[in-house]
């Protein structure tokens, strides 16, 4: 079984400058998250999707941060404009409808910002 | 927001010895999961922890869910290299997880 897909695995940008990651969960997973990880920290929740609509994006700063999952599927995450601080690895996971503990994670996106 | 206090902050054992972690929040948590991370993947889920007061063990990993709902343990016995990791913990409260900043563990041959 394939699992989480997400590129690309390293990018690197100016700061004022716009970025966009992809994801592609496991087959059959309705439920995708996006989690921001920065160096020395654990994964932080920034939104979570239920097939293609929002459940909880509590935590995602929508000023800059916009995420879609548009056919249920693959998803997208852009930054713009980014920030230094927005340096971090950016995670993909997905799980199962009514599984939240079986978050299987991809190998994640890094993200420098100069 | 809610955190997670995990200590200690790294460790370095020789191998085939015995080390345990902890969690602490000052909330409470209805599930404790424990994960692990390697260089440039994702997490791994370890074990998951459902009721005050559960011990689970996987092969040389334990982890107990504390009775207060607010902390937790994992127990790893009988190190071995690919034990090399950063480990977290995590609580589950509506739907949302929270992790730890996790224990970076380094065995020494």
């Known amino acids: 079984e394939a699992g989480v897909a997400q590129s690309p695995r390293y990018k690197i940008i100016e700061k004022r400058q716009s970025v966009a990651f992809w994801c592609n969960p496991i087959?059959?997973?309705?439920?995708l998250y996006w989690y921001q990880q920065i160096l020395g920290q654990g994964p932080k929740l920034l939104i979570q999707f239920q097939n293609n609509g929002v459940v909880d994006d509590s935590q995602l700063p929508k000023d800059r941060f916009s995420a879609e999952r548009l056919k249920g599927v693959d998803s997208t995450l852009k930054i713009q404009p980014a920030k230094l601080e927005d340096s971090a690895v950016y995670l993909c996971a997905s799980s199962l409808e009514n599984d939240l503990y079986e978050q299987y994670f991809g190998p994640g996106t890094r993200l420098t910002v100069t | 927001g809610q955190q997670l206090n995990q200590s200690p902050q790294s460790m370095f054992i020789q191998e085939g010895e015995d080390v345990s972690m902890n969690c602490t929040s000052s909330?409470?948590?209805?599930?404790w999961l424990w994960y692990k991370q390697d260089p440039g993947e994702g997490p791994v889920l370890l074990i998951a922890?459902?009721?005050?007061?559960e011990l689970t063990s996987n092969g040389r990993l334990t982890a107990q869910f504390g009775i207060t709902r607010k902390d937790s343990f994992l127990n790893i016995s009988a190190s071995i290299p690919s034990d090399v990791g950063i480990y977290f913990c995590?609580?589950?409260?509506?739907?949302?997880?929270?992790f730890g900043s996790g224990t970076q563990l380094t065995v020494l041959p």
């Open positions: 995590a609580g589950l409260k509506k739907r949302q997880l929270t």
């Open positions: 909330s409470i948590f209805n599930t």
């Open positions: 922890l459902y009721k005050a007061g």
């Open positions: 087959s059959g997973h309705a439920t």
